[in-house]
């Protein structure tokens, strides 16, 4: 069987950025359950990218934060998600797991 990129978000991160993080790494790792390991990191980031931005409707870039209800889960920056979070912290992650698999 061949490997799958849900394989790299296991094991969540400890630290997140907004409160809608953990809620679009979880559908992440949903989106994720079919899509083989690509041959090149330059791949798997492309990947993610795509998906972050079918799933959320925005484009990951630094500095933005927005809102996303379906991520809402209370708290004053619930349903929040925040591109810098993924750019420094959540992408590069799974960019060292792919690394080390």
């Not at 949903?30 to 090149?40: E, K």
């Not at 630094?62 to 912290?89: E, L, R, V």
Request: proline residues 6%.
């Amino acid at each position: 069987m061949t490997d799958r990129v849900t394989m790299f978000f296991e094991e969540r991160p400890v630290i997140w950025g907004l409160r809608g993080d953990p809620q679009l790494w979880d559908a992440l790792q949903q989106a994720t359950q079919t899509i083989p390991v690509p041959a090149t990191a330059v791949e798997l980031e492309a990947v993610l990218c795509r998906l972050f931005q079918e799933l959320t409707g925005e484009v990951l870039t630094a500095g933005k934060t927005f809102f996303m209800a379906p991520y809402h889960t209370g708290g004053m920056s619930g349903g929040f998600i925040c591109c810098d979070f993924w750019i420094n912290q959540g992408f590069p992650l799974i960019g060292q797991r792919y690394a080390c698999r």
